[in-house]
């Protein structure tokens, strides 16, 4: 099996989106950084035809369940990696979104359509670059997977 190639044990934070929603993000720093989001099942997910994903700019959110089935990767519970330069807003509005609202962000819109999201755990790292970390994060992610994150696409 191979190993993560994120040391996750470097990361904080480690809640539900519903735990999250519930206690109102304040858990969550308002400082620069990355986040991921973690898949804690054994197997894989079940995935939903229409997810729970806003349409942002009127942009369908939902992909095709075959395709989701092919970029699923196993043996990993990393399956996005994000930054922000406000972790709490930048999550929070990640989190609008799963709950349908129409808001500007649809980085990593594929969590909305697997089945249970808000059990997904979210974690982050505080860093002055989060830029160049989330970049440093998906090249070791890559290395060892070959592919990008579940939920990373490319624009």
Known sequence: MKKNSITLNSFE???SFKQLRKEGYR???QDPGVYIIIYKGKNPPKYLITGT????KGLDPN???TSLKRKWIKNTKIIYIGKGNNLRSRIKLYSHFGNGEPVAHRGGRFIWQLE?????IVAWKLC???RSLEKDLIEKFV???GSLPFA????
């Open 143 to 145: 290395l060892v997977y």
């Open 13 to 15: 934070g480690c809640l």
């Open 152 to 155: 990373n696409i490319i624009h």
């Open 27 to 29: 858990k969550i720093p």
């Open 53 to 56: 994903g806003g349409h942002y």
């Open 116 to 120: 249970g999201s808000e059990n997904l």
């Open 63 to 65: 992909e095709l369940v």
């Open 128 to 130: 002055t670059s989060s």
